[in-house]
C-alpha cells in the first residue's frame, strides 16, 4: 500500500491492533474535547444554564455527527474490504462516490436542522432559562455540518486503508483551535454559548482542510481534482447497504439519550447541568472500547476482503482483553471519586449531588462496553451492520428507554434509575450479538462476492 496506508492483513495481530487503536483512541478523545471544551470555558463564564445550553444543543448536534459516522464506517469497510482483495480500482470508485454522497447530505441535514431547531429543542423540555442559548449553539453549530461529515468521510477513507495516525495529527490541531477560540470568544468577548458554537465549526473545518492538504500532497490514490468526482451507482448502493445501518444505530442510540435527557430536563436546570457534565464524562470514559471496537473492526474488514477468517477472529479476542484492560481502572476511578470528576466541570453542591447519584449506576457500563463493541466490530468489519444495526436499535429503544422510565419513574428512582437503564440495555444488546457471532453467519463478506 502506499504510506497513506497500511496493511493489516499481514504481521502480528496484538502489535497491529494496539498500534492502529492508540491514534484511533486519541483522535477520539480530541474530537469529543470540542464540546467538553465548550462545556467547561462556558460553565466557568455562564454557570449552570451556558453548561446546560452547550450540553442540549450540543446532543443534537451529536445526532448529525453520527449520522455521517454511520455512513463513514461504511467507507471504512467497504474500502478495507477492497483493499484487502487488492481491487485498488473499487477502492478509488468509493471514494469518490462516498465524498460525493456525503456533500450532497450535509447540504440536506443542514437545511432540515436550521428548520426544526425549535420544535426539537421544545419537544425534549429544554429548560426555559438555556433555551435561547441551546437553540442560538444549536444553529450556528449545524451550519458547520459539511465541515463534520468531510472530515469525518476523509478521516473513514484513510483508515480503511490502515492509516489512523493522520487524523490524529489533523483533529488535535483542530482542537487546539478550538480552545483558543473558545477562550477568544466565550472568556474574552462574553459571547457564551454562540462563541463556543462559532469556536467549534471553525475548528472542524480546519482539520478537515489540513487533511485535503495532506492527501493532495502524497502518493494518495484520489487527487481530489474536480474530474475524478465521479458517482457509481453501484459503489453507492453497496456503500449505503453498509452504512446506512449503522447511521440509523448511531441516530436511534441518540434519540434514546435525548429521551433521558427530556426525562432530567423535567427536574430541573440543576439536574440537566448533572446530566450535562456526566455526559461528557461519560463520552471520555467509553471512548477506549469505541476506539478498540471500531480498530477491530477496521482489521477485520481488511482480513475478510483477504478471506483471513482465523486472524479476524482472534483480532476480536485481542480487542476485547485490551479495552477491558482499560475500561476497568476507569470503572474503579469513577466509583471511587465521582463528586471530585463532577467538579471538575462546576463545584454547585446541588448539581453535584445529583450527579453522583447518576454517576454511580451509570458507571456500570464501563465493564460492560467492550464486549458489546469488540463484538460489534467484527460482525461490522465483515459487512454485517443490519444485524449490527438491529441489536445497537433495540438496546436504545426497546431496552434503554423503557428502563429508564421504570426504573426512574415508575419505580421512583430517579437519576440513579435513569443511569442504571445504560447497563441494562448493554447487556441485552451483548447477548444478542454473542449468539450472531456464534452462528459464524459473519464469516461470508457482505462486499467481496467470491466467484
Not at 89 to 97: F, G, H, L, N, R
Not at 149 to 177: E, H, Q, W
Not at 291 to 314: F, P
Amino acid at each position: 500500500m502506499s504510506k497513506t496506508g497500511n496493511d493489516l492483513t499481514q504481521g502480528n495481530v496484538v502489535r497491529q491492533l494496539i498500534t492502529f487503536a492508540l491514534p484511533f483512541m486519541i483522535s477520539n478523545i480530541v474530537q469529543s474535547l470540542y464540546n467538553v471544551a465548550d462545556m467547561l470555558i462556558v460553565g466557568r463564564f455562564g454557570g449552570a444554564v451556558g453548561i446546560s445550553a452547550v450540553n442540549i444543543g450540543g446532543q443534537v448536534t451529536f445526532i448529525i455527527t453520527n449520522i455521517v459516522i454511520g455512513l463513514s464506517v461504511g467507507g471504512t469497510v467497504v474500502i478495507g474490504q477492497y483493499m484487502g482483495s487488492r481491487d485498488r480500482k473499487s477502492a478509488v470508485e468509493s471514494i469518490s462516490t462516498m465524498m460525493i454522497s456525503l456533500l450532497a447530505a450535509a447540504v440536506v441535514i443542514t437545511v432540515a436542522m436550521m428548520i426544526l431547531a425549535t420544535p426539537i429543542l421544545n419537544l425534549i423540555q429544554t429548560p426555559p432559562e438555556a433555551f435561547a442559548q441551546a437553540r442560538e449553539y444549536l444553529q450556528i453549530t449545524v451550519l458547520g455540518s459539511v465541515f463534520i461529515f468531510g472530515y469525518n468521510a476523509l478521516s473513514a477513507i484513510m483508515r480503511g486503508l490502515g492509516d489512523s495516525k493522520r487524523p490524529l495529527y489533523f483533529v488535535t490541531i483542530a482542537c487546539v483551535v478550538n480552545i483558543v477560540l473558545d477562550l477568544i470568544l466565550v472568556g474574552y468577548f462574553g459571547m457564551g454559548a454562540r462563541g463556543a458554537a462559532i469556536a467549534t465549526i471553525v475548528s472542524q473545518a480546519a482539520s478537515m482542510v489540513l487533511c485535503i492538504l495532506y492527501l493532495q500532497n502524497t502518493d494518495f490514490m484520489f487527487d481530489f481534482r474536480l474530474k475524478s468526482f465521479k458517482f457509481h451507482a453501484d459503489k453507492f448502493r453497496m456503500l449505503m447497504k453498509v452504512g446506512i445501518p449503522t447511521s440509523i444505530q448511531n441516530v436511534a442510540v441518540n434519540i434514546s439519550f435525548l429521551v433521558m435527557t427530556g426525562l432530567v430536563n423535567s427536574f430541573g436546570v440543576k439536574a440537566s447541568a448533572a446530566l450535562g457534565v456526566i455526559s461528557k464524562y461519560n463520552s471520555f470514559a467509553i471512548l477506549p472500547a469505541i476506539a478498540v471496537g471500531s480498530s477491530v473492526s477496521a482489521m477485520v474488514a481488511q482480513n475478510i476482503g483477504a478471506g483471513e477468517i482465523k486472524r479476524a477472529q482472534h483480532t476480536m479476542y485481542i480487542g476485547i482483553a485490551v479495552a477491558l484492560g482499560i475500561s476497568l481502572p476507569i470503572f474503579t476511578i469513577t466509583q471511587m471519586f465521582p463528586e471530585q470528576i463532577i467538579a471538575v466541570f462546576d463545584n454547585d453542591p446541588e448539581m453535584i449531588k445529583a450527579g453522583v447519584t447518576y454517576l454511580n449506576t451509570l458507571s456500570l457500563d464501563y465493564i460492560i462496553v467492550p464486549l458489546i463493541f469488540c463484538i460489534n466490530g467484527l460482525i461490522t468489519g465483515a459487512g454485517h451492520t443490519t444485524f449490527a444495526s438491529i441489536t445497537g436499535i433495540m438496546s436504545a429503544l426497546l431496552l434503554r428507554v423503557p428502563a429508564a422510565y421504570i426504573f426512574g419513574l415508575t419505580f421512583d428512582w430517579g437519576l440513579m434509575g435513569i443511569g442504571l437503564a445504560a447497563p441494562v440495555a448493554s447487556l441485552g444488546s451483548t447477548a444478542l450479538a454473542t449468539a450472531y457471532y456464534l452462528s459464524g453467519k459473519w464469516k461470508i463478506s457482505t462486499v467481496i462476492k467470491k466467484s
